[in-house]
Structure formats: C-alpha cells, structure tokens
C-alpha cells in the first residue's frame, strides 16, 4: 500500500480524569504529505502521544478533524477504525516488547500483525521479506529473550510494517538504544518511507534523532509551537494566530510582557510596551 | 496458542486444574451419593437380621376347631410374585413342642422339627440324616447332656397349652443321627442347639436341642398344634437401593391386607406374616433423603470455593493478557476477534480440566467405593451425572465468557494502560456489594432461624465470603495508613509491606478465598469430629457397656452366681436385668447393682461418680436372716372370731395357716406353713418346721391365709423364741413390720416385746392378710429418666418388678438417661428389688454389663454361666453398635469432610501460588527498584514475605473464626444419623480440638507456602530487570 496523507483541523483532546479536565491538545492543525517522514518533538506533556493515539484511531479527539489518506478518523465506526488499525495505519508503541508477544519469535510476531488484515483478504507482503526489509532475517526464528535491544526494536518496527501499512506511527522509536541500534532503526524507518512511500510520523526526545528528520513539528502545551525544515526552525502561525515564541525570544519577552506588533514593510516586529517608540528587543519575522 | 501455554504454564496448569477440581465436584457429588446410597443399602441387607430382610409366614390353628394349619408351600404362595423374584425358593418347616414321657420333672421339652432341606445345614457326627417317620437327629449337646444315642428310642408327647401332656398326642422318636448345625441364613435366626442343658425357670423342665425329623412325621399322627411356617430369604445380591424402594408398596400392601382365611375341609386356618422389608425400605428412602441433602451441600460448597478461585485466576490471567490484547486490537483485530484470541487460549484449558475433572470424579468414586463405602456397590453412571457434568460444562465456560468479556470489549487505548485501573479507597464493585449483601444476609437468616433445615450447612460459608470479601476491601485503605503511619515512624520495612498490600490487589484477592477455604476446612473436621463424637457417644450409651451379653432365660439368681464366680469384685461384669413396659405408657425398669453398673457402664456426657447411687440403697432395717434347715418358735393364738355373716349358707370358719414368708439364697419366695389358727380356744404351742435355707433365707413376712369363703373374722397370735437350727432369731420390733394387706381385705398389725411378735389380724376378704418386714422397701427407690408414667403422684409412681407387677416406686433422682435401656427408665437397685423374692417373669431380660470387650472375659464367663445352667444367647458392643452407626449414609456423607476440608486447605496455597505467578515479575521489579534505592536482601524478603504473610493470617484467623460461628448455627441442621437418638446423647458443642487441628493445619499450609514463595519473589529481584524485560 502506498503512503496515505495526514491533517488534522482544529484538533482539541481533553482528558477527563476524577473531575479534573485536562487540555492534551488546544486546536492542533497538521498537514503531512503522503509518504513523507516526520518527527513530532516537544517537551513531555505536551502533547506529542496523545497526537499520535488519535492519528492511530485509538482515541476519539474531543473535537476538531482527523484525516487520514481518505478516510475522517472522527467519522468511523468501531468497525471501520479496526479496519483502519489492520490495513492502513499502524502505531508503534514506546518500548519494543509492548508491540511484540514475548512467547512468538520474529516471524510469529509478524504473522500475529497480520492476521486481522489476512481475514479481509488484503494482499499482505511475504513475511520473510517484511523482516528482510529491517534486517532481521537472521533472527527471524530466535527467541524474543535472546535478541539486543535494537534486534527487538527492529522486531518492532517489522510488526509495524507488517501489513505494508500506508501510515507508521513510531512512538519513541529509538529511545533506550544505543547508537548503532538508533541509527539503524531510523534507516530502516527512512528506508520503508522513501522505498515504500510510507508516511511516518515519528515521536522523539532525542535531538540527534530530530536532526535527521526531513521535517519536525515540536509541540507545546497542546499546539504546534514550531516547525523545522531542513535545519531550519520556524515558528507556526495557528489559525486562531497563535505564535509560540522560540525560547530566546521568550527569555527576552517573559510572559505577560505586552507588545506591539509594528509591520514594517512586511517584517513584523513585536515591540514591548515599556520600549515603545525605542528599540524593539525583539522581532518577529513573517511573510 | 502452543507457545502461550507453554509461556505461561504454570497458570495454565493452575486453571486446568481448577477446573477440574470444580468439574470433579460436580460429577463426583451425584456418583458419590449414588455409591453412598446403595453402600447403605448394602450394609443395611448384609446386618439386617434375616427375619427383618426376609419373610416369615407363619400358620396355626387358634381355634379348637381341628382345623389344620396351612402347610409351607401353600404360605408361600401368598407371597405376591413381585416380592418373590427378590426372595430364595421358601424354607417350609413344621414344628412340635413336645417332652419326653413320662412328662414328670425330670422329663426333657424343647422342638420336633421337620424343615425342608435341613440335613443339607447339619453334619452329621454319628448316623444319617432322618428320612424315615418318627426317625430324628439331635445334637451333639443332647447326646453329651442326656446320654441319648444312635439307636436311642425317646418316647414323646405332644405338649399343647391347656392340655395336660398324658391327654396330648404322643409318639416314639427314634435317633439315627447327631448333628452340629452349620449356622447360616436358612435356619432364619432360628437356633436349633443352645437350649440343651437349659433349665426353663418356670417349669423347671431341662430343655433340649431341635430334633430334626423328616415330613413324615408330621402327618403321621392328629398333633394338636403344628405350627407351619415358610421362610423366605432375601436374595440380598439382587436388591439395590431402586429394588428395595420398589419392593415396599407391595409389601406394605401384603402386610397391610389380612392374609385371606382358607378353609380347608375341617375348619379355617388362619396365617400371618411379618417382615422389616418396609421398615427396611423406609429407612433407605430416609438414609437417601439425607444424603441427597448432606452430599450435594458439601461438594457445592467446595465447588463454589473452587469456582470462585478459578474466577479470581481466570480474571487474573486475562488481565495478564491486556497487553496482547490490547496489541491484537492495535493490529486491527476486532472485540470478537480479541475475545476469540483469549478463548482460544484459555478454553482449551478449561476443556483439558473438564476431561480430567470426569475422569478425576470417576476414579475418586472407584477409590471411594472400595475405601470408605461398602465393598461392591456398583458403578452406576446415572442422569445426574451428565446433568452436573452439563452444569460444570455450561458453568465453566460461561465463567470463561464472562471473564473475557469486559477485556475483549474494553478500548484499546483502555487496554494499553499499563496499569488495570481499579477502585480506589473503600469503594466496592456493585458485583462484590452483591454477594456480600446476598451472604451475609442468607448467614443472618439461618443464624435468626428465619431460615431451617439441612442447607443451613451453607452457614459458615455464606459468612466467611462475607467477612472474606469486606475484609478483603477494607485491608486495602487500613494498610495504607498504616503503611504510611509506619514509614513516618521510620519503620521502612514494615511500611512498605503495608504499602505494597495496599496497592496490590493480587494479594488482595487471596483474602477471601483463604478465608472461605479455612472457615470451609474449619467447619468440616468440626463437623467430622462431632460426628465421630456422637457417633461413638450413642453407641456407648445405647449399648450400655463396651460389652453386653444376653442370657438365655430369666434365671437371674445363676446368672449373679455365675458373675460372682468370674468376678467377685464386680469391676469387669454386673448383672443387669430390663424389665419392659407391655404397651407404650410405662417406663422400663433396669434393675442393676448400683456401685457395679456406675463402674461397668458408659455413661457419655455424665460423669457416674456424681450420680445419687446411695439414694438406691437398701432400706436401713437389716433383713432377717435365716441359715439352717429347721425353724423352731413358739406360737400362742387366739381362736377366730367372726365378725359377720357366712357369705353363703355352711360357708364357716376353718382354722386359719399362719405361714412365714422366706425369699432363699436365689432370691426366690418360699412360703413355709407355721402353724394353725384354731377356730375353737385358744393355743400355745412350739412348732419345729422345715424350711429350705440351708444356703441361708430372709425372713420377710408372715401372712395368715385362711383359705376358701369364709364370714369376716378377727384373731391373734404371738411368736417367741424363734431360732434355726438352734441360732437364735431376732424377729425385731413391731415398728419393723407393716401390713401390706390391700384395704378391704382385713388387716394385720403388730405389737411386741421382749423378743416376741404379737399380731392382730382382722380378715374381711378371700385374700391372705400378711406383714412384711422393713427390710423389704415399701417402696423401691429409683433414678428415673425421662417423664414419670402416666398416674404418678409428686415422686410416687409404679413401676414393674422382677415379675412383672407393678411396685411402688419413689423417685429419689434424676439421670439424663440409662445407658443400654430406653429413654424412660426406672433405674433401681436389683437387690433391693429382689428382696422380696419375686421370681422373674417370662419377659424380663437379663443382660451382663462388661467393663471392657475382652473375648476371653467374655469365655470365662459363657464357662461359668454354663456351670450354672445358663447361656448366652447374644452379644453386642459398643464398638460394634458403632460400626452400624459409621456405616450410615449420614456418616458416609459426613466423611466427605476430610476430602472438603483437605482440598480447601490445598486450594488456599494454591490461590497464594496462583497469585504470587502472576504477579512475581512486577514484584520483583519493584523490588529490584527497591534494592537500587538501598535497601538490602534481607529488608527485601521481609518485605515481600510480609506483603503475604500477616494477610494469609489474619485471613485464616477470619476463616476460622468463621467456620465456628458457622458450625455453632449449621451443626443443629446437619443429620448425624440415619435416625435420632432416643436417647438424649447429642452434643452439638464445638469440638476445639479438631477446629485447632484445623486452625494451625490451614496456617502451616498456607503460612509455609506465603513464606517460601514471598522470598522467592525476593530473590528474584535482580537489578538487571530494571531494564526493559520480556
């Protein structure tokens, strides 16, 4: 299957939990293209798991619009998002024995993945070459106990990809992983968007992960704070426009700091109010 | 699904087995109850006495008309054909009172028997079986008492009540045989030996053996009174509990219905019938109603602890199972795909359990069968069985559902949670609320007798999954504050076991089941013991001793004389004769030897040495005792004196006897002729006369018996210088004398002094006038069980004496009951009651109390019994009394205890182990975390044993305490016997040693196994499982 286009609007999930609500995410948009491999960084808290539960389907967003490739995540059945989870979407979860039987091997594991999207007939790639694709041919058979970590997690990501899906969800990917183990796992993951056209939306902490990402998003307190492209770093205009400043402008406007936004020639400036009609002490550039 | 399994066998293991203890529960019950039933069936036929099994018809001829009786095979036919297949082809027989002629006093009585096939039960010491008419054979005991030989002719007669012997029909029998019996079956508890050498008491006549005779000699000449009867045994072998059920309409109905009176040409001949068939049916009917009841209550209770235990690991299990779940859900697999995923894990397993548990159930019947039950009662696989088994199938698999359910339907993203979210604080599930509320409530209703009846068993169970689950839910917040008290003060260890209770529910869940398990353990050896208790109680109190021998004949004076020689002493036997009310209003008197029968006698729940035995003693006069051969006195009388008119025309005065009572050395009245009371002047004369006391008499009375119809009249006499044989009598005061003339019929009264007896006698009636001496009680003391008779007044009331008319009793105490006698009983002192010589009656029983059940004491004294004419003729002991007891359906079912209470103690480690698999791993990490943070092994183990241990304890202390508040309200309800007591033995007290047996049993168990396996745990807690681990 090929890659399947992500977007989200509006999106808003709040939990409720002992009659306390809790805003995990406050009217997040997102567009990712059909095949492409991102990775969604922010501090924790912020948001980062949640987004990716609800892009799986495991969650309903309090509201706002998910869509994934064709089909609105909001408006599926039960049935439909079980479809959904065996064909098209598949998340990886933080840790790789939460995403493997601990008594199958490699192969087992796989076949286990496969076996809701086998009884809708789904024309599923051969086992032997999922776990070729990752590069556990080798251990295909062995004993989950006995294989490395990065082994495991690369088991992992074979589960993931176990039914060719057209969307990875990676949740921590590489955390616990030494670096060998974390390089490989991101060319396997790399390797399965640029070959497969799958996208992949990748959770990360870790900036040398990010580092490599053709593209970030970053999360904060439940809205796209920014977004990196390439190595570059660029805040977001939300559609309530919304800007989350980059810390060093935050150090430099601490908040509650009031400002005025001066358009000069189409570069907007953010000029404090103590400083007005002085220097500005920061700017804020936009086209 | 191979690999899951093999992951996680040992909770495989633990579910199979679960389910197999449940599914074993459910068809054990109905085989075990249906072995049980036919086991009592069995025991029942094999010690029924085979007159109570069989039927004996019995004809005679009670009229004077002639007419013959029916003969065996005609009795027989009477049977109806749907009694008859269960019955052996009938034994016919005929038989003859009959005594050697001349019929004088030292002629021989006993039986002329003709019975069918009875050479075949005899063997034959010298000569043949007897085929011709009047050819007999006698025993070897005959031949030895009465010198009678092969060859001997013994010339008879018939004797026929009202008939004197030279007026009845008379024959000569000849001997051509000796024969010792075989015993058996066929002779229908009949003895044909054990009567020669006897001596009847009333007739004085020696007994003799049954002379077996053939056929013919019955019809060879016009006997006056053959008494025909036919015999038919049971064919034990044939008859189970469903055949004996089915024989008890028609025998109720053939009993019932008067056997039709058939003429046969010279008059009408009458039969009778008697059989326990229907007493016998009845009693197995009851016997199944009881275990029907007692069986089911013990297995539902154990299978419910054990279902519920299968519950708590199935919910455990598919807990465990979340995360496969949740990732099966994640990889698009649907609730019923998730639901399949767990089903076809764990039904396999409960399918492997449900195949063992029918085999399990099939081989504990078999072994129970040939260990408890009776040896031989049949395998029978019966609707019941497929309908538990159906049950367990159906029960098992719904608990498989239902456990599965809320997992396979739960959102994955609930699914993922690593944690199950739970309750938190006091709060409990509306399920849990449910059961305690239902439990509590049906233990309070049992407890307040709102609820009754055998299900009441249920009682220490409903209370202990009450108190189980509650404390199960309250320890969660009280160890947390305590936890937290603890750690305040520093105390880390002990603080963190609290803590680690508190957040944990596995442990948690154990609380219930152990308590359940333990109140469940608890109740059943309670229940077990008390049984045994009482079994052995009734047993001791309804025999009477360890050992009861009953005599042939009334002849109690050898039978003492016998003991005396055996046991002088009067530690190891005592005699004891009953004397038992005719019809169902009076008591029975025991007439024993107060200091022999206290030692000798059980006395079960009474302690003898407090009982009033001085209150039974002889009255304080000392008796009048006479030692020679010739009484000598003087006697000065005055003439008689009428005082009213000659009732009839030359009805005159004639001198009057004055007669002396005696009662000798045998306790026999004698009356001894003294002298006369003339009609005409007064007399004053020394009279010499015989008196039979050689081996020593009481002088209890004397009496004036003027003999035939007479006018009213008055007189005197006075007795001086009494002596025997040239000793000496003091005949005592004239306060030692009372009339015992009844009024109306003239009175006797005495005056003396300086040594002589002055009597007035006044008599107005037929009847002699006497006094007795004061030795003799006026009225008999006694000890009385259960309501006076009907007619007492205040203490005073009448009970029988030795010869069966009634006394004057006075009650002077009371006892709970008599061991060996019925449940209203007159205990008096036999001498007392043999003072004034009445000779036993035909009906009295005379029984020999043992003080312990020794065969050779029991030799020693059928050796001097016979020395004295005497004989055993049955025996009983307590241990056998028992044995009937233990062989009940009641105690059968009872038993079960032992397996009940045995497998909820193994079910409560189980449960421990169960939750120690499958929560170890989390465990051990926390204590791994632990161990990084500080702490050493040695806290660690603390802390993982006391996460178990005071939980294990406290929840067996609960169990414990439940089962004895429970025993204390089921035990009333639980059927210990087949019927009850007449006699009130019941104890219902709880037995503390077995509830102590049970207490530390139950805490050994689970206590070692908390132990062992909390520092198991311990030991596990690497700190390389900090890392992320499969």
Redesign the interface.
Known sequence: MSGAAISTRGLVHIYRSEGHDVAALSGVDLSVRSGEMIGLLGPSGAGKSTLLTLLGGLFRPSAGKIYIGDHELTALTVKELDRLRAREVSLMLQGASRNLLPYLTPRQNVEFAQRAARRDSADLPDVGEVLDRVGLSEYADHHLSGLTPGHLQLAAVAVAIATDPGVVLADEPTSQLDHEARDTVLKVLADISAQQGTTVVLVTHDPQVAAVMPRTITIRDGRIGGEGRAGEEYAVVTADGFVHLPDHALAALPPGTLVRVHDQDGIYQLIPEHEAGGTPGATKEGS | MR??L???WMQGVSIAVLAALVTTCAVFAPLYDRALQQSMVRTQLAHAPVDVSGIRLVSLTPDVTGAQPLNGQDLAALVPPSVQRFMQPAVTSSTLEVGTRPFNVAAKSGSLVSRSGACRHLTFVHGRCPTAQFDIAISTADQHNYGWHVGSSIPITELVTNVLPSKSAHATLHVVGVYSAHPGNYWFKATPTGQSGLTDPVTSHAGHDWWITPASTMLAAPWAAPVNEADLVMRTDRVDLDRLLALRAPMQKFLASPVPVIGNGTGQSSAYASSGIVDLANAAAHGRDQANILVPLFMVQLALLIALTLWLVLRAAIDQRR??VA?????????A?ARGMLLAELLPLIVVGLVGGVAAAFALSCAARHTWLVAGAPFEVRPPVLYTALAAVVGLIGMVLVAAQATATA???EL?RRVVPRRRGWAMSVGDLLVVVVSGAAFIAFATGSLSGPVGTAAPTLLALAVGLLLAHALGPVTALVGRAMMRRGRATGGLAMLQIARRPGVRKIIATVTVATALLTFSYDALAVGIGNRTARAQAETGAALVATVGGTDVAATRAALHDVDPSGREVTPVVQLTAPGEQGTTTLAVVPSQFARIADFPGLDPAQLPWTRLAAPKTPPIRLHGTQLTLQLASAKLQATGPEPIPGAGLTPGQLQAVLVNSESLRTVVTLGELPIAGSSRHSLSVSIPCAKGCLLTGFQEYAGGIHPPFTTSATLADASVSGHPVDLGSAGAWRSITAAGDGSMTTQGANGSLGMDLSQSGTSAVAIEHASVPARIPALVSGPLPAGSQGNQFQAQGLDGILRDVTKVGTLAYVPGSDPDTTLVNLDVLQRDGAAPTSTALVQIFFARNDPALLAKVSTALKAHGQGIISTISAAQARGVFDRSAATWALQLGVVVGATAALLAALVLLIAVATSWRLRSRDYAALRMAGLRRRQLALISVGEQLPVVIISVLLGVACGVIGAHFAMPHVPLFATPPAIPVINLSISWPAVGLAGIGALIVVGVVAWLSGRWVAGRAHLDSL????
């Not at chain 2, 890392?1027 to 499969?1030: G, I």
Request: hydrophobic share 30%.
């Open positions: 690999q899951a093999r992951y996680r995360p496969e990732l099966a859900r994640l990889r698009g697999r649907s609730s795909g959102a994955p993203a993922l890392r992320e681990t499969l």
